[in-house]
């Protein structure tokens, strides 16, 4: 089975600083993993997806995310945060198509922008 | 991208009244919706997946006959939400999969916030 564990229910970071927002799986299969955001009463955008190309993938925004098979881990990063980058972050690991392709998310991350 | 529409954005209800999401493909033909709530400050929580033309298939614990789920074309699932009670308050979202893309990725819609009085 799939799942996803998201270290750090909040993240607070200066304007300008480097954002790492940590991520975790488990597969039983090679995994396509995601990164979405969340702003307040909204849907989700996706940010970057990871589909077994490139272990590094750039998304939206400025912000990338490396695959690393060794530490089953899917960090997303951005050199510089902006202040319209605070909003809830989730990480997700589609279950595969066998079991017709829904997406486990992980708890979710908040991120905080300090002026 | 593929886009994704659900309407109401806001839905406010008395208890014991049943209420109806619309969640719409627009410019895809989406063959399979999933069905999302997602309450404060958590994730999201999946409760059913929808093919077209066929019964949903509901995750554990989601009563079926309390969330009626219907996807009578490649462009329209509805959730109603029946005889709806105060902790059904919670905010629903729609996901879509284009059919044509073998990559996993959902495309979710604007989420609607139920508030049961």
């Known amino acids: 089975a799939q799942s996803v564990t998201q270290l750090g229910s909040h993240v607070s970071v200066s304007e300008g600083a480097l954002v790492l927002l940590r991520c975790n799986y488990s597969s039983s299969v090679p995994p396509y993993l995601f990164w979405y955001v969340q702003y307040p009463n909204q849907g989700l955008q996706l940010l970057l997806k990871y589909t077994s190309a490139a272990t590094l993938v750039k998304g939206i925004n400025g912000f990338e995310a490396e695959f690393k098979k060794s530490e089953t881990s899917f960090h997303l990063t951005k050199p510089s945060a902006h202040m319209s980058d605070a909003a809830e972050y989730f990480c997700a690991v589609s279950a595969g198509y066998n079991q017709g392709g829904k997406l486990i998310f992980g708890q979710g991350t908040e991120l905080s922008v300090k002026p | ?117």
């Open chain 2, 1 to 117: 991208g593929a886009v994704v529409s659900q309407h109401p954005s806001w839905v406010i209800c008395k208890s014991g009244t049943s209420v109806k999401i619309e969640c719409r493909s627009l410019d895809f033909q989406a063959t399979t919706m999933f069905w999302y709530r997602q309450f404060p400050k958590q994730s999201l929580m999946l409760m059913a997946t929808s093919n077209e033309g066929s019964k949903a298939t509901y995750e554990q614990g989601v009563e079926k006959d309390k969330f009626l789920i219907n996807h009578a074309s490649l462009t329209l699932s509805t959730l109603t939400v029946t005889s709806a009670h105060p902790e059904d308050s919670s905010f629903y979202i729609c996901s879509a999969r284009d059919g044509g893309i073998l990559t996993g990725e959902l495309f979710f819609g604007e989420g609607s916030r139920l508030t049961v009085l």
